[in-house]
């Protein structure tokens, strides 16, 4: 809080998002204590020039919260763009695509155009294709560009140094373990990383149950209708728990 005093996450949730579905047809966001929570991570490490990875399994919201995060963003000031990795994605692609976003400035300086800002979020960062020495060389080059904050030209004069300005990063990928792999370290290293944990059922709740209150409400709906409509995710998690006994 602004005077210093210990504040629920949830306080700084703004009414209106809980007003966001009246129809469960549309693609809608509901903001909770852990979004907000995170959003707020997010915001502390790009204004300290530090780029942030989350990290978490299927169904924890990553690229969620931060397409929201820059969807929030003063874009008459900060640019955004969203690289999402696969298997196939090569050095030549990533390059590509951060070198589309840059104009020169002057000389050897390189940074968004018009004067502006540029958040890159790069998702899936772990999904990128090892060769046969055991290197991700498409994380190489992401880690030299954190590093080095350059790239190297690949038309002619090659090799000339590019240098970045005015850029920072965000990543995001899955938990590692089983088939799913996990990223170099010398890039890792690079990130302040956050893990984001399985939802609670006070989440699912905030996020669900936001969704059935606002489409099941009065008038359009009996009030016998919209006050059940409040406990159907508490009876839905505990029939999943008793089948997955």
């Known amino acids: 809080a602004s005077t210093g005093a210990w504040a629920l996450w949830a306080l700084r949730i703004e009414e209106s998002t809980m007003l966001q579905c009246q129809s469960l047809s549309t693609a809608c966001t509901i903001d909770h204590a852990d979004t907000v929570r995170y959003r707020c991570l997010l915001e502390s490490m790009l204004e300290s020039g530090k780029a942030p990875l989350l990290v978490g399994s299927r169904g924890t919201g990553k690229s969620a919260i931060i397409s929201k995060f820059l969807a929030g ?39 968004p155009p018009g004067g502006k800002s540029l958040i890159i979020f790069v ?10 020495w055991g290197d991700q060389i498409t994380n190489e080059l992401f880690r030299q560009i954190l590093e080095q904050r350059a790239i190297y030209a690949l038309e002619k004069p090659i090799g000339d140094t590019k240098n970045i300005t005015a850029t920072n990063f965000i990543g995001a990928m899955m938990q590692p373990g089983g088939s799913r792999q996990d990223i170099p370290n010398r890039l890792k ?56 006994l």
């Open 73 to 111: 963003q003063n874009h008459e000031q900060m640019l955004t763009q969203t690289i999402a990795f696969s298997y196939v994605t090569a050095p030549i692609h990533l390059q590509t695509m951060i070198e589309a976003s840059l104009e020169k400035r002057m000389g050897r300086t390189y940074g």
């Open 123 to 132: 998702d899936d960062l772990s999904m990128t294709a090892q060769n046969e």
């Open 189 to 244: 290293r690079h990130f302040g990383i956050f893990a984001l944990t399985t939802p609670s059922d006070a989440t699912y709740d905030a996020i669900f149950g936001t969704m059935l209150r606002s489409h099941f409400s009065e008038p359009q709906y009996p009030k016998e209708v919209a006050d059940l409509a409040g406990d159907l995710i508490g009876h839905t998690l505990d029939f999943c728990r008793e089948c997955a």
